[in-house]
Antibody, heavy 119, light 109 residues
């Protein structure tokens, strides 16, 4: 059974960096068939895919246009986890953030982390 | 970017009745569409992928149909645990992580 456990702060100040981690059990971040994504959800933007990392003989990353230039997603093979960093946050980045695995659809999700951007 | 729309925004249904939810894409998706159920305070749960294939453990009362730009999720006989918000998601085209519809809330009539 795959489980994704998120960790990270729920409050970030404007202009600072949002950092979250997703620990994987029951699968491997280096799997040749899985893709690991970050998705956020807010009343104003709905469910929004932010980016992904995956391994196919080498590591690949893709990022949404809306956050490109501010986002980094990194795998950590030693800890079997992956992370999200979102720089220069504003109140518009306030949302529930999820990590998720996709194969055909997002079949496993983390528990979600409400991140509020406020001073 | 493909835009997903869902109708209706809210669907009021009595337990035991049938619910039919619609999802439309701004461009053709072939069958690269998924449906999710979300309850308050929970992450979305995958119900359907490939437009019509039920995910592991999903009851048979949930069925998906459609291809191209028009898709339907049908719940044949609503149970109390089915009252939730339902989202469709395309994964056929950019962005690679797909785009989600705004959701249909199914509530008790």
């Amino acid at each position: 059974q795959v489980q994704l456990q998120q960790s990270g702060p729920g409050l970030v100040k404007p202009s600072q960096t949002l950092s979250l981690t997703c620990a994987i059990s029951g699968d491997s971040v280096s799997s040749n068939s899985a893709v690991w994504s970050w998705i956020r959800q807010s009343p104003s933007r709905g469910l929004e895919w932010l980016g992904r990392t995956y391994y196919r003989s080498k590591w690949y990353n893709d990022y949404a246009v809306s956050v490109r230039g501010r986002i980094t997603i990194n795998p950590d093979t030693s800890r079997n986890q992956f992370s999200l960093q979102l720089n220069s946050v504003t109140p518009e980045d306030t949302a529930v953030y999820y990590c998720a695995r996709s194969g055909r659809g997002y079949d496993y999700w983390g528990q979600g982390t409400l991140v509020t951007v406020s001073s | 970017e493909i835009v997903m729309t869902q109708s209706p925004a809210t669907l009021s249904v009595s337990p035991g009745e049938r619910a039919t939810l619609s999802c439309r894409a701004s461009q053709g998706l072939s069958s690269n569409l998924a449906w999710y159920q979300q309850k308050p305070g929970q992450a979305p749960r995958l119900l359907i992928y490939g437009a019509s294939t039920r995910a592991t453990g999903v009851p048979a009362r949930f069925s998906g149909s459609g291809s191209g730009t028009d898709f339907t999720l049908t719940i044949s006989s609503l149970q109390s645990e089915d009252f939730a918000v339902y989202f469709c998601q395309q994964y056929n085209n950019w962005p690679p992580g797909g785009t989600f519809g705004p959701g249909t809330k199914v509530d008790i009539k």
